[in-house]
């Protein structure tokens, strides 16, 4: 099952208390984290490249998430409120208020239109991406609700809460469907597979376990930390989930075989969130050590490829296999036998050439939306890491050092907005070409393989004759 073992590239340094949240640009070019030290990091992983610190919660960041398309940025805070932030030079970010308590997950639907937040004032609430409002309230857990995730598809959420339950709820029609109740404690932490027909719980009792949706029943059961679980994260195959802990490790679950393979060391003590990037490539841990560590997979490369070969074969012609075909048919409880491999960066060379990124500090211009807004009162601001817009992406902005000297010359704060709104059109110019471009490739391409099946065709017929 295994090509090699993960390896851990990089430390990222520049938190001052421990790391609540990671995730993943959906380009896999950056790397978000959130922290009780009330700020958001970016964290660009080309080599010798800054990082962007954001400042605007006034208490701690609990989640932070991109958008699907990057364009836009989710956070939480102990400061009852959620921002949705522009991760571009201007930081510019907007607040949603209702929660009447700290907010502890942010999540977006695949589609980016919705928002969905968890919060200790014992509700889950659902938001407007576009017209920045709150929708709907689900409120029938009876405390502290830990986490909230949408479906794959976006028609459930999924939630946890300090009352022992992991509840599935209807988005459309804001009802709750199931309910699992764990006795033994409750989970810090839930998340669907990728195939949307099953969801891991994180136990603060220090178990992992796997609930099928559809039949109601608990599949897997893995009791292999030695402290409370914060955080899983599944691997993009639906074959891997990583789990993080407050025993100080990660553990690499291989669900098709029902064990552990690896046991990753690395943060000094407790890992508080996890991780894998879009093609699972890579994953992020954050830990209580205020470190962020990215490490690359390596492990799932040739099995994953042929997963996905599969997929593409199979994905018109009929239905995703059952999840008891896939996963072992038993709820069996899985113990943590000494049989997975160790993995300790810690022991190996000191690294003296990666130096750690220069933090550019971002502060935020907040703007609030009224409920009536439409997404097109948004000042355009192009991402920080669409590819598309490469004048104004963070990591190529010049240094802040020129803005004073724009000062100095004596720029009228009037001419300052004009050039500032000439240079973003030019970025909407820019992005609307690149589009074109994209659109004029994929029917050059189109164009092409017909000509080859024209000719194929005749060559066939004339064969025929």
Same mark, same amino acid.
């Given at each position: 099952w295994a090509n090699e073992d993960p390896i851990l590239i990089r430390p990222f340094k520049g938190h001052t208390a421990a790391v609540t949240g990671v995730d993943f640009s959906p380009t896999t070019t950056a790397l978000a984290s959130s922290s009780l030290d009330?700020?958001?990091?970016?964290?660009?992983?080309?080599?010798?490249?800054?990082?962007?610190? +954001?400042?605007?919660?006034?208490?701690? !960041?609990? /989640?932070?998430?991109?958008?699907?398309?990057?364009? =836009?940025?989710?956070?939480?805070?102990?400061?009852?409120?959620?921002?949705?932030?522009?991760p571009c030079i201007h930081g510019e970010s907007s607040v949603l208020k209702a929660h009447t308590a700290p907010v502890r997950s942010v999540n977006f639907s695949y589609d980016g239109q919705f928002l969905v937040t968890a919060s200790n004032d014992k509700s889950i609430k659902v938001w407007s991406v576009h017209r920045q409002r709150l929708l709907f309230s689900l409120s029938q857990h009876t405390h502290w609700v830990r986490c909230a995730k949408f479906s794959p598809d976006g028609r459930l959420i999924a939630s946890c809460s300090e009352d022992k339950?992991?509840?599935i709820?209807?988005?459309?029609?804001?009802?709750?469907?199931?309910?699992?109740?764990?006795?033994?404690?409750?989970?810090?932490?839930?998340? +669907?597979?990728?195939?949307?027909?099953? !969801?891991? /719980?994180?136990?603060?009792?220090?178990?992992?376990? =796997?609930?099928?949706?559809?039949?109601?029943?608990?599949?897997?059961?893995?009791?292999?930390?030695?402290?409370?679980?914060?955080?899983?994260?599944f691997?993009?195959?639906?074959?891997?989930?990583?789990?993080?802990?407050?025993?100080?490790?990660?553990?690499?679950?291989?669900?098709?075989?029902?064990?552990?393979?690896?046991?990753?060391?690395?943060h000094k003590g407790p890992v508080l969130s996890v991780a894998f990037s879009k093609g699972g490539e890579k994953f992020a841990s954050g830990g209580a050590d205020a470190q962020v560590l990215l490490w690359k997979t390596n492990f799932d490369t040739f099995n994953y490829k042929e997963v996905l070969k599969q997929h593409i074969r199979r994905i018109h012609t009929d239905n995703p296999p059952h999840l008891l075909d896939i996963y072992p048919r038993s709820p069996h409880p899985h113990d943590g036998k000494p049989q997975s491999i160790e993995v300790n960066p810690s022991c190996d060379v000191t690294d003296t050439q990666t130096i750690d990124p220069t933090v550019i500090d971002i502060s935020s211009s907040v703007y609030f939306i009224k409920d009536d807004t439409s997404s097109e009162d948004l000042r355009y601001c192009p991402a920080l890491f669409s590819p598309t817009?490469?004048?104004?992406?963070?990591?190529?902005?010049?240094?802040?050092?020129?803005?004073?000297?724009?000062?100095?010359?004596?720029?009228?704060?009037a001419l300052g907005?004009?050039?500032?709104?000439?240079?973003?059109?030019?970025?909407?110019?820019?992005?609307?070409?690149s589009i074109l471009e994209q659109r004029l490739t994929l029917t050059e391409d189109k164009l092409k393989e017909c000509l080859e099946n024209q000719h194929k065709m005749l060559l066939q017929a004339r064969q025929g004759e």
């Open positions: 009330r700020f958001l990091m970016i964290w660009n992983l080309r080599p010798q490249s800054r990082a962007f610190r +954001f400042v605007g919660h006034v208490e701690a !960041v609990t /989640s932070v998430q991109f958008s699907p398309d990057g364009h =836009l940025m989710a956070s939480a805070s102990q400061d009852r409120t959620v921002r949705l932030w522009i339950t992991v509840k709820w209807d988005a459309a029609n804001k009802v709750c469907i199931d309910s699992f109740t764990d006795y033994e404690g409750f989970a810090n932490y839930v998340d +669907f597979n990728p195939s949307g027909t099953c !969801v891991a /719980s994180a136990g603060s009792n220090r178990t992992v376990k =796997l609930w099928d949706i559809r039949m109601n029943k608990l599949l897997q059961h893995y009791r292999v930390h030695r402290a409370g679980v914060n955080c899983v994260s691997h993009p195959s639906g074959n891997y989930l990583i789990t993080a802990s407050t025993d100080g490790t990660l553990k690499i679950m291989d669900l098709l075989e029902g064990r552990v393979i690896y046991t990753l060391h690395g817009s490469p004048r104004r992406r963070l990591e190529d902005e010049v240094e802040p050092a020129v803005c004073t000297v724009d000062k100095r010359i004596g720029i009228s704060p907005n004009a050039l500032g709104h000439i240079v973003e059109q030019l970025d909407v110019l820019t992005l609307t070409i």
